[in-house]
C-alpha cells in the first residue's frame, strides 16, 4: 500500500489521514457512481436519436431490439456482479475496482469504434458487445463499492447515500449532454455523449493507485499489520493508539464469531441462519434490490424521452429537453437522502419512498385513460413527482442496506448476490418496457398501473421485515439479528429494544446472545496477534 508516515508517526495515504482520507475515498465511490448513473442515462437521449438510428437502423421502429440495445448493458452488469460474486473475496476491493474501470474504459473504446455503413449488422452487433462490456466492468464495482465505503466509513449511511445521490447527478450530466450533443455533427451527436464515460473511469482508476485496502478485508487474510496502518490513518492516530488497538480487537472478534477466517467465504455460508442469520440478511438485500427495480425508476431513467413522445405526444426535441428538467428535479431530490438517512432513519425513507412512488404512478396511469392531450399533461406532473420521491429514498437505501446489514462474512457476496439481483430485474424492465408501452392500453397506462400495484405491493414488505440501522456499527447490527435469534422475536423489534452499544458492550451482548466463539483460547491468541502488531510500528513503503 501506497502510505508514509507523518512526522508524528500517523500513517497517511496521498499525505492524508483521518476526516481527509474517508473524504478521498467517497471521492472515488462517489465518482464511481457518478460514472453509473451517466452510464444508466446516456442511452436515453441517444436511443431515439435520428444519427443514432440511422447509423444502427434495426433500432428504428422496433420496441423489442430498441430494449434489447439499451437492455444488454444490464446484461453485462449481471456478468460483472457475478464475477464479484465468485472472485470478489480473492481479489479484494481495491483490485476489484481497478479492474471494473478499466473494463468499462475497453468497453467504450469497443463502442464509439463501431464503423456503421447504414445498414446495421456488423456494426451493430459490435456497438451492443461494446455496451455489454462496459457494464461488466459497472458491474463489478457498483458489487464492490459500497462494500469498500462501508468499511471505511464512520458515517456510512450519508457518506453511501452521497453515492446513490451521484447516480442522479451522473445521470443529469448524461442527458444534458446527450441534449447538447443533438445539435453536432451527425457522428459527434452518439460518440462523444459515450466517450466521456472514460473521463469518470480515469478519475477512479488514478485515485485508487495510492488509497488504502479495506481494513476488514486485510484482518480476514490475516494481514493485520497493513489492517492495522489503514485502521491508524482513518482515525488519524499512531499505530499503537489504544483506540486504534480496540478497533482491532473487535473486528478480529467479529471474524472470529463469523467464522471468517482466511477471508474466503463458501456460497453454501449464505444460506445458513442461527444466531448470525447470514440467509435471512442476504434476503433482506438483494430483496431491497429488486423492488428498486420493480419500482418502474428504470422505465423513467431509461425511456423517459420515449415515454414523453409515446404516452404524451411530445417532440424529440422537447422531450429531451423535458427529460433534462426532470433530471434537475432528480438530483435536487437525491441530495436530501445525505441529510435525512440517519435522522429520519432507513425504515421511514423507505416507507415514505413506497407510498409517494405508488401515488405518482397512479396519477400517470389515471390521467392517461382519457387519451386527451389536457389529461396527459397530468401524467407529466406524476413523472416528475415519481423521479422526486425516488431520488431522495429508493434511489439510494437499496445501495446502502446491503452493504450494512450482512455480516463480516458473508459482506462481500452477499453485497454481490444483491447486485446480481439489481441487474436481473434492471434488465427484467428494461426490455419489457417499450413492449408494455406499446400493448398496454391508449398512451401506456397499463405500464403505470403496473408499477403502482408492485409500489403497493412493497410497504407491508418494509414496515413487517426491514429493522431499522441507523446510528448503528456493522457489529452491532450483528448483535440486532442474534438479539431476534435468540429471544424469537421480530428483527424489527429487537432493533427497536436494543440501546446503542459500545465496543465493549458489543462483545459482551454477542456472548450473551450465542453470537461468541467456541474457542476461548483461539480468541485470545487473535487479540495477542493483534496486540502484538500494533505495538510494533512499521516502515512506510
Given at each position: 500500500m501506497?502510505?508514509?508516515?507523518n ?11 483521518g476526516?481527509r482520507?474517508?473524504k478521498?475515498?467517497t471521492?472515488v465511490?462517489?465518482t464511481d457512481f ?6 444508466q442515462g ?8 435520428d444519427?443514432f ?18 437492455s ?18 480473492h481479489l479484494?476491493r481495491r483490485k476489484s ?12 473504446i469497443i463502442q ?23 457494464g ?9 463499492v ?8 464512520h458515517n456510512?449511511?450519508?457518506l ?11 445521470t443529469l ?16 451527436v ?5 466517450a466521456f ?5 480515469m478519475?477512479v482508476i488514478i485515485?485508487?493507485t ?6 476488514r478485508?486485510?484482518l480476514s487474510k490475516?494481514r ?6 489503514v ?5 488519524s ?11 482491532v ?7 472470529r ?6 477471508g474466503v467465504?463458501?456460497?453454501s ?6 444466531p448470525?442469520q447470514?440467509f ?8 431491497s434490490?429488486?423492488?428498486?427495480q420493480l ?6 431513467i431509461?425511456?423517459f424521452?420515449i ?8 417532440s424529440h ?12 428535479i432528480?438530483?435536487?431530490f437525491?441530495?436530501t437522502?445525505?441529510f ?9 425513507l423507505?416507507?415514505?419512498?413506497t407510498?409517494g ?9 389515471g390521467a392517461l385513460?382519457p387519451?386527451?392531450?389536457?389529461a396527459?399533461k ?11 420521491f425516488?431520488g ?13 446489514i450482512n ?17 436481473l430485474w434492471?434488465?427484467?424492465i428494461?426490455?419489457?418496457t417499450?413492449?408494455l408501452l406499446?400493448g398496454?392500453?391508449n398512451?401506456?397506462?397499463g405500464t403505470?398501473?403496473?408499477?403502482a ?9 418494509i ?9 448503528r ?13 435468540a ?18 458492550e458489543?462483545?459482551e451482548k454477542?456472548?450473551?446472545?450465542g453470537f ?5 483460547e ?14 510494533t ?5
Open positions: 501506497g502510505h508514509k508516515d512526522a508524528a508517526g500517523v500513517p497517511t495515504f496521498w499525505g492524508t489521514s476526516s482520507l474517508q478521498l475515498i471521492a465511490a462517489t457518478l460514472l453509473f448513473g451517466y452510464d446516456v442511452m436515453s437521449g441517444i436511443i431515439s436519436a444519427a438510428t440511422t447509423d444502427f437502423p434495426e433500432v428504428k421502429d422496433n420496441s423489442t431490439y430498441e430494449g434489447f440495445v439499451v444488454i448493458y444490464a446484461v453485462g452488469c449481471f456478468l460483472g456482479a457475478c464475477f464479484i460474486l465468485s472472485f470478489g473475496d479484494g475496482i481497478f479492474l471494473g474501470a478499466s473494463i468499462m474504459i475497453v468497453g467504450v464509439i469504434a463501431s464503423v456503421p455503413d447504414g445498414s446495421g449488422g456488423g456494426s451493430t452487433a459490435q456497438f451492443i458487445i461494446g455496451r455489454c462490456i462496459t461488466i466492468g459497472n458491474g463489478i464495482n457498483t458489487s464492490t459500497p462494500t469498500y465505503q462501508a468499511d471505511h466509513s456510512r449511511g450519508k453511501i447515500c452521497i453515492e446513490g445521490g451521484n447516480v442522479a447527478i451522473g450530466i448524461a442527458y444534458w449532454i446527450d441534449y447538447g450533443c443533438t445539435y453536432g455533427p451527425h457522428a459527434f452518439w460518440r462523444f455523449p459515450i464515460q472514460c473521463v469518470f473511469a478519475v485515485l485508487m495510492k488509497l488504502p485496502e479495506s481494513p478485508w486485510l490475516d493485520n499489520e497493513e489492517a492495522t496502518t485502521l491508524a490513518a482513518l482515525n492516530e499512531r499505530r499503537d493508539d489504544p483506540a486504534v488497538q480496540t478497533q480487537a473487535v473486528i478480529v472478534d467479529a471474524i464469531a463469523s467464522g471468517h477466517e482466511g467465504t463458501n456460497m455460508d449464505l444460506f445458513t441462519n442461527g448470525s447470514h435471512r440478511r442476504l434476503l433482506l438485500g438483494a430483496s434490490q429488486m423492488m428498486q419500482s418502474g425508476c428504470n422505465a423513467v431509461y425511456y424521452p415515454l414523453f413522445q409515446t404516452s404524451i405526444g411530445t426535441n422537447l422531450a429531451l429537453l423535458l427529460g433534462g428538467i426532470n433530471m434537475v432528480y438530483s435536487i437525491a441530495t437522502s445525505w435525512a438517512v440517519e435522522r429520519v432513519g432507513r425504515r421511514k423507505y416507507l415514505i419512498g407510498v412512488q405508488c401515488l405518482s404512478m397512479v396519477l400517470v396511469f385513460i387519451g386527451t392531450e389536457e396527459a397530468g401524467a407529466a406532473v406524476g413523472l416528475f413527482t415519481y423521479i422526486a425516488f431522495a429514498t429508493w434511489l439510494p437505501l437499496p445501495w446502502l442496506y446491503p452493504a450494512e455480516p463480516l462474512k458473508t459482506r462481500a457476496k452477499a453485497n454481490a448476490t444483491s447486485t446480481v439481483s439489481n441487474w434492471n434488465f427484467f428494461v426490455m419489457i417499450p413492449v406499446s398496454t392500453g398512451s401506456g397506462w403505470y398501473l403496473f408499477f400495484i408492485l409500489n403497493a405491493m412493497f410497504f407491508p414488505i414496515y413487517f421485515f426491514y429493522p431499522e440501522t441507523a446510528g456499527t456493522l457489529e452491532e447490527i450483528d448483535v440486532i439479528f442474534a438479539k431476534g435469534y429471544e424469537k422475536i421480530s428483527y424489527v423489534k429487537a432493533a427497536q429494544e436494543l440501546p446503542r452499544l459500545t465496543e465493549t458489543v462483545q454477542a456472548r450473551q446472545y461468541s466463539f467456541s474457542d476461548e483461539a480468541t485470545v491468541s487473535m487479540h495477542e496477534k493483534a496486540e502484538g502488531v500494533l505495538s510500528p512499521t516502515n512506510s513503503d
